[in-house]
């Protein structure tokens, strides 16, 4: 199964970006959902994670100005971001992760999407 992130570009610092993450199927419903990021030259990071419930974890980097959310009936998970910072610039992903605290993905890599934070 492959995840599909949408919704990056370009924004100026302090702007806010939604990114949407869609898959077909009844597996994703049931999934723990996360969001990561990896920036040219450095390791994947992860972002955030929501569970088929709606419970969620923030990486204490983003905390504050990201949230995440999921349609399970649109079969979607949302990062909405705000106060974008220029550091936040990467390529953000989404995969099913194996728990809400715990960010190790179970899927293989889908496409992700370019977000471009200008100073």
């Known amino acids: 199964v492959q995840l599909q992130a949408s919704g990056g570009g370009l924004v100026q610092a302090g702007g806010s970006l939604r990114l949407s993450c869609a898959a077909s199927?009844?597996?994703?419903?049931?999934?723990?959902i996360a969001w990561y990021r990896q920036d040219p030259g450095k390791q994947r990071e992860w972002v955030a994670a929501?569970?088929?419930?709606?419970?969620?974890n923030i990486a204490d980097s983003v905390k504050g100005r990201f949230t995440i959310s999921r349609d399970n009936a649109k079969n979607t998970v949302y990062l909405q971001m705000n106060s974008l910072k220029p550091e936040d610039t990467a390529v953000y992903y989404c995969?099913?992760?194996?728990?809400?605290?715990?960010?190790?993905?179970?899927?293989?890599w889908g496409r992700g999407t370019l977000v471009t934070v200008s100073s």
């Open positions: 995969n099913a992760a194996r728990g809400v605290s715990d960010p190790r993905a179970l899927w293989s």
């Open positions: 929501i569970s088929r419930y709606g419970g969620t």
């Open positions: 199927g009844n597996i994703f419903s049931s999934a723990i």
